[in-house]
């Protein structure tokens, strides 16, 4: 992987928006804290509306390929090609004859339109629905919870709906909408590349990254926004308490990990000489970063300051980081296109550093609930969703085929991104 000083200017934003940049805990970016279709199939987990694969459903055109009636006869030959699959429907039946009584035809083989489901063929009777479009990654659950956003960059997430950043070159806004779906809600727009998001029970918090680097807070129902404070460089991960908003500052040779009260106050560095500090979890005691640079490293302390802790160095590009309450788990990006790309975890106290996932694709955002870590490959037209028992295992696609996820979070049911190099916030249920 390239280091991120070597990139031009809209490629360090999209690399930070992929690979170094995270929130944490009380930002719903994983149950204890995380940095941040084909879609397949079309909306709501159906069968292939312009699937982030870059293809509309299966990719063949034809609606059907008929089926063979009950006894009484047998289909047309073939279903009439549609213009994309619209509903998969069946072939007309063939002028050989009607089904006899209890026979059913079969449906089509769905096509890649908006149901996803053929219907059964004209002379049958009853025939079975057709089988969902390949286009993408037709994955049961999966659902969009808001299109046609920019650039949406990190996500958070409570009880009832989801928050997230759109890191526009020319408006950026954060956003909310409920976790059941709906409209999506302005909560504050004319930002300068919004990015990090976090949020309490009453309070959304973000950092804008470029231009006038600030951080910013509005009330979560929506109202006046404020900022905390400005002259920061590039916030790129933050977490909030009962007491504080932290964030990290993107920077070298003097990257920083920062505090300011939640109603606002003088910041307070925790920790300075950082290179490139990019994603940030906490706990009741500590906080946690990652050094996003290939050498980088995992780091921890006091969340009030005092002694930094390298939990583990020679890692490459650590990227996402999450928490529970033993364990620190981070994604190591790799270098781009090798698929060396790593998931690791360590003790809170330091000790032995452990691979979960190995081979994956430029991972980045990480979330981790009681059983199981997740996290993105946030490959820019081929990233994916993943998973993988919190001790070890065989990981597991829950989704493919994405653009770009660069953010994650869960609850108890499912598990939530925002394709930063696309337009769409996704939701899977379940997890």
């Known amino acids: 992987m390239t280091t991120p000083f070597t990139r031009s200017r809209l490629t360090i934003l999209l690399l930070v928006l992929a690979a170094c940049s995270g929130t944490s805990k009380g930002n719903g970016n994983g149950t204890s804290g995380s940095r941040d279709a084909g879609v397949g199939g079309g909306m709501a987990g159906s069968g292939g509306l312009l699937g982030f694969g870059g293809l509309t459903g299966s990719g063949g055109a034809f609606a059907s390929t008929g089926g063979t009636l009950g006894s009484g006869g047998m289909m047309g030959a073939g279903g ?9 429907a069946g072939g007309v039946p063939g002028s050989g004859g009607a089904p006899s009584a209890g026979g059913a035809g079969l449906g089509g083989t769905g096509g890649t339109g908006v149901s996803g489901s053929g219907s059964g063929g004209l002379g049958g009777t009853g025939g079975a629905a057709g089988a969902t479009g390949m286009g993408g990654s037709a994955t049961v659950g999966l659902t969009i919870l808001a299109a046609d956003q920019v650039h949406p960059s990190r996500i958070a997430i409570d009880a009832t709906t989801v928050y997230w950043t759109n890191s526009d070159l020319g408006n950026s806004t954060v956003m909310k909408i409920p976790t059941t779906g709906g409209t999506p809600t302005t909560l504050a727009s004319a930002q300068s590349h919004s990015n990090p998001i976090a949020i309490d029970a009453t309070t959304v918090y973000w950092g804008n990254w470029y231009g006038d ?20 460089k590039s916030p790129s991960g933050i977490a909030v308490d009962a007491t504080n908003v932290y964030w990290t500052n993107w920077a070298y040779p003097n990257g920083t990990v920062m505090a300011v009260p939640i109603n606002g106050g003088t910041p307070t560095i925790i920790a300075s000489n950082q290179t490139y500090p990019s994603s940030i979890a906490i706990d009741s005691t500590s906080i946690y970063w990652t050094n996003c640079i290939s050498g980088g490293a995992v780091m921890k302390a006091p969340i009030g300051g005092g002694t930094i802790t390298t939990l583990a160095s020679g890692q490459y590009s650590p990227t996402g980081i999450a928490v529970d309450s033993t364990m620190v788990y981070w994604t190591n990006d790799g270098e781009i296109g090798i698929y060396d790309g790593t998931v690791m975890k360590i003790p809170k106290t330091g000790g032995t550093i452990t691979t979960l996932a190995s081979g994956q694709n430029s991972p980045s955002a990480i979330a981790v609930d009681s059983t199981s870590v997740y996290w993105t490959n946030s490959h820019s037209s081929a990233g994916a969703v993943m998973k993988l028992p919190i001790n070890g295992g065989t990981p597991t696609t829950l989704a493919s085929g994405q653009a770009g996820p660069t953010t994650i979070a869960v609850d108890a049911t499912s598990v939530y991104w925002a394709n930063g190099f696309g337009t769409t916030v996704m939701k899977l249920t379940p997890k």
Do not use: D, E, N, R
């Open 80 to 88: 009439k090609p549609s213009t994309g699959g619209i509903s998969g």
């Open 213 to 232: 680097t600030t951080v910013m807070k509005v009330p979560i129902a929506g109202g006046s926004v404020t900022m905390l404070t400005s002259g920061q």
